[in-house]
């Protein structure tokens, strides 16, 4: 939202904010989105990967789903038909990053410290030491979490989820925020599903159905052959997708709508972009 | 524990307020919480309480409402309150559905304390 021409002000709130002020207490109408600053940065994220057709993918999961076990996986079977990127995040050390190396692709590790998040000031950051003109798909590993990364756009395009089969069938129900802004829905370590049979993937898709959800539930095992089949397919179709011109957001549009019309101001972004 | 992250935010926009509207002091801080933000209001004060001190919102109080979930049906296209983790139509029980409240998480307004000779109208 914006603090310098008045679009903020509503048929609903403009007598407040026209309100005459005198000496002493008053109040003033600001109707500001609290995380504007991050989203505002996000969109620049997003449109530096834009311009150079590269897609983003957000993947967010609690610790220990298997990110970045399909990611591994993920960069076999496609390391020849897409170039691939990975930012990692987690609290510490770069071991993530040194595995996604070790499969001959560049990989940023951020390290958050003590924060249970990446924000899109982080993945800017990271994205600057990444050749994105060299690339088809960034993969964005956020920190192991399942309630915190849902209130951040990084300016990624897609938003993925996993769940592993021994974290229980219920976890969209009991974190409704992360699994409603999800485009896809990636069951993983199916390969143990034998020895939890409460786990249910239809109660899964039930769950993720009644946040008024419309991402496809798959099921992906690393240590079974064509096991990341169905989640090798949904990837290449977004992916082609994309490159045909297609956008997609990436979080969820908050209430009220952001408004579109354009800015006569001047957005400063604080550094200048080598153009690639 | 991301409250902290927001409320910094939060803090940001409300020192901008002040210092446009040269206030000498912010007494409340107006936020819109909605159920879906992702923000627990008790977190969201017990951060607020910490990042507010040494700032010109240093003995604001914060006060929060939070609008309950409504929802779009596009099947029975009614209007009704939902509530989590059920975001189906609350009139037919379809799940295809739009949130239209409750995601929020806004800066409505903030209360300021100005001297005597203040521009005469406010900036946001």
Redesign the interface.
């Known amino acids: 939202m914006c603090?310098t021409c008045?679009c903020?002000i509503t048929p609903g709130n403009v007598s407040?904010?026209?309100?005459?002020?005198?000496?002493?207490?008053?109040?003033?109408?600001?109707?500001?989105?609290?995380?504007?600053?991050?989203d505002h940065a996000a969109g620049h994220n997003r449109e530096h990967f834009e311009r150079h057709g590269v897609l983003a993918v957000n993947l967010m999961s609690s610790p220990g789903s298997g990110k970045t076990a399909l990611l591994e996986a993920t960069i076999e079977a496609l390391g020849e038909r897409l170039r691939v990127a990975v930012i990692e995040g987690d609290l510490e050390t770069e071991n993530d990053a040194q595995r996604i190396r070790a499969k001959g692709v560049p990989a940023i590790q951020i390290t958050t410290g003590t924060?249970?998040?990446l924000?899109a000031h982080l993945v800017h950051d990271a994205l600057h030491h990444l050749p994105l003109a060299d690339l088809d798909v960034v993969f964005i590993e956020n920190v192991g979490n399942l309630?915190?990364p849902?209130?951040?756009d990084l300016g990624h395009h897609l938003s993925v989820t996993l769940l592993s089969v021994t974290e229980g069938d219920d976890k969209?129900?009991?974190y409704?925020?992360m699994f409603?802004g999800s485009d896809v829905v990636v069951v993983t370590k199916t390969d143990v599903a034998p020895y939890f049979e409460d786990f249910d993937t239809a109660r899964v898709e039930a769950?993720v159905?009644?946040?008024?959800c419309?991402a496809p539930v798959l099921e992906a095992s690393v240590r079974s052959p064509g096991g990341i089949d169905a989640w090798l397919d949904w990837l290449k179709t977004m992916r082609t997708r994309f490159a045909q011109g297609e956008r997609f957001s990436g979080a969820?549009e908050?209430?009220?709508p952001a408004h579109t019309h354009p800015h006569g101001h001047h957005h400063h972004h604080g550094h200048e972009h080598e153009s690639r | 524990m991301h409250e902290l992250s927001v409320c910094q935010s939060l803090l940001t926009q409300v020192q901008t307020v002040a210092r446009n509207n040269r206030a000498t002091a912010v007494t409340e801080v107006h936020v819109s919480v909605g159920l879906l933000s992702g923000v627990e209001p008790p977190l969201l004060e017990r951060a607020f309480r910490a990042a507010r001190a040494g700032t010109v919102a240093a003995n604001a109080e914060l006060i929060l409402t939070a609008p309950g979930i409504r929802v779009h049906c596009h099947l029975c296209a009614k209007e009704t309150e939902v509530a989590l983790p059920d975001l189906r139509c609350g009139a037919c029980g379809h799940w295809q559905t739009r949130v239209l409240a409750g995601d929020e998480l806004m800066l409505t307004s903030v209360a300021l304390e100005r001297p005597s000779n203040p521009p005469s109208t406010p900036h946001v």
């Open positions: 603090e008045g903020n407040l904010a026209q309100q005459p002020v005198s000496a002493g207490q008053t109040t003033v109408e600001v109707l500001e989105n609290l995380l504007h600053a991050n924060a249970c998040h924000d309630v915190c849902a209130s951040f969209p129900a009991k409704p925020v409603r769950h159905r009644a946040l008024a419309e969820i908050r209430n009220p």
